[in-house]
């Protein structure tokens, strides 16, 4: 018997249709799902682009060893998260390539006056250059009293903005802080 190739292919795309019609497919997406989630360790977090503020389950490999390093496996939106109900616009559905970025800062680093490249910095250093900065611009701007010299203690030489992740108490403590600054220049992405 013999068939030519165009029959061929379209009697395999006709049955490929039937067959794929006869069976759900349904069952097999759902195992599909649970063996790449298997054995993984699940975390809910939200989803660090803009200020919605979605839910994210993020899964994660490794079995909390001395010698291991997790590793993400899966992102996905949190179905019982009241923003989003599960869904991810998509950029939070990329949001596992940005956590497993090879070009993702791990260190601090600081680009020192007049330099051209950047060097890394301990932690405890980078901190207590932040702190330093903020001492030197405080002393700096900061008015004890207005011109008609009434005391009013603020700082117009720093602002700050938190983020859209941050909770509420974490932005409540960035606001005391500020406010015990004088920072008068500040605002919370949660008001968004």
């Excluded at 060893?65 to 990329?94: I, Q, Y």
């Excluded at 680093?109 to 060097?119: A, F, L, N």
């Excluded at 859209?164 to 960035?174: H, P, S, V």
């Amino acid at each position: 018997m013999d068939i030519e190739r165009r029959t061929f292919l379209k009697a395999t795309a006709l049955g490929g249709a039937v067959g794929l019609g006869l069976f759900d497919l349904g069952e097999a997406r759902a195992e599909l799902r649970t063996a790449k989630i298997l054995r993984t360790t699940e975390t809910r977090s939200i989803c660090p682009y803009c200020a919605v503020a979605c839910g994210v389950i993020i899964h994660t490999i490794g079995d909390k060893a001395k010698n291991v390093t997790p590793a993400v496996s899966h992102v996905e939106g949190d179905p019982d998260h009241p923003t989003n109900r599960g869904t991810l616009c998509p950029k939070g559905a990329t949001l596992r390539d940005d956590i497993d970025n090879p070009n993702r800062l791990m260190v601090p680093k600081v680009r020192r006056p007049g330099s051209d490249h950047w060097e890394e910095i301990s932690w405890d250093q980078a901190v207590a250059g932040i702190a330093k900065h903020i001492k030197d611009t405080r002393d700096r701007t900061f008015v004890a009293k207005n011109a008609r010299g009434q005391t009013v203690n603020r700082n117009p030489g720093i602002a700050m903005i938190g983020g859209c992740t941050d909770t509420n108490e974490f932005n409540w403590l960035q606001m005391k802080m500020m406010l015990g600054l004088g920072v008068l220049y500040r605002d919370s992405q949660a008001r968004v």
